[in-house]
């Protein structure tokens, strides 16, 4: 929120809806970019004790994951270093993993991995993808996650005040309803087909659309 006035009176961030020119990403613009490698490296130890602090890792437990055939492949879109990615590979060793985000930051993936989970990187069972993942991301993969996306509104309305600011703050949004997401999910082509509450985040399983009837 600190980053919100200066970030508005910005004129490259002020009136844009990209999610790229957010009051957040002005705010933290040194450390994603490779102008100051010692604030990229801060920002991606701040993302892995995040993943613990807000629970983000209950998601681990959905039975979703041992469900997956053997050499599943999961795409983690925008992962970071991927400090979710690397907990769910060493919980569920039967998936492949691919991570994607700036090339920056898959450097610092490749050195987190090589240090705390070798034994996949050795075993080729993560891929490191350098892309703008706001443009595209990688095809054929059976599976992309999409972390700190899946919350939807509940009728408290400070509360969704207060969430419409965080959203606007980290990517140019708004909170969304659980609707936003079902109609986002039919413009790519995608239904629903399970939530499932984690009490501090929901995981939502889209399906590409009339896919188990094919």
């Known amino acids: 929120m600190?980053?919100?006035?200066?970030?508005?009176?910005?004129?490259?961030?002020?009136?844009?809806?990209?999610?790229?020119?957010?009051?957040?990403?002005?705010?933290?613009?040194?450390?994603?970019?490779?102008s100051k490698p010692e604030k990229q490296k801060r920002f991606g130890r701040a993302m892995i004790g995040l993943s613990s602090m807000t629970g983000a890792l209950a998601v681990l437990k959905s039975p979703f994951w041992k469900a997956l055939d053997d050499n599943t492949s999961v795409c983690d879109v925008g992962a970071g270093v991927g400090s979710f990615t690397i907990k769910l590979a060493q919980e569920h060793p039967h998936l492949k993993i691919t991570l994607c985000d700036i090339p920056e930051v898959m450097k610092e993936a490749e050195k987190f991995w090589g240090k705390e989970h070798p034994r996949a990187v050795e075993g080729n069972r993560v891929e490191f993808v350098p892309v703008d993942f706001f443009k595209e991301i990688p095809e054929g993969r059976d599976v992309y996650y999409a972390q700190k996306i899946s919350r939807y509104q509940v009728p408290v309305p400070n509360l969704l005040y207060n969430m419409d600011m965080t959203m606007l703050v980290m990517v140019n949004s708004k909170e969304r309803t659980l609707a936003d997401y079902i109609n986002l999910g039919a413009m790519a082509g995608l239904e629903l087909k399970e939530m499932t509450d984690f009490a501090e985040m929901h995981l939502l399983e889209f399906r590409v659309a009339d896919a188990d009837r094919e």
């Open 2 to 34: 600190a980053a919100l006035h200066h970030a508005l009176s910005d004129p490259e961030y002020a009136s844009t809806p990209d999610p790229g020119k957010s009051p957040f990403l002005y705010a933290v613009r040194d450390e994603i970019t490779n």
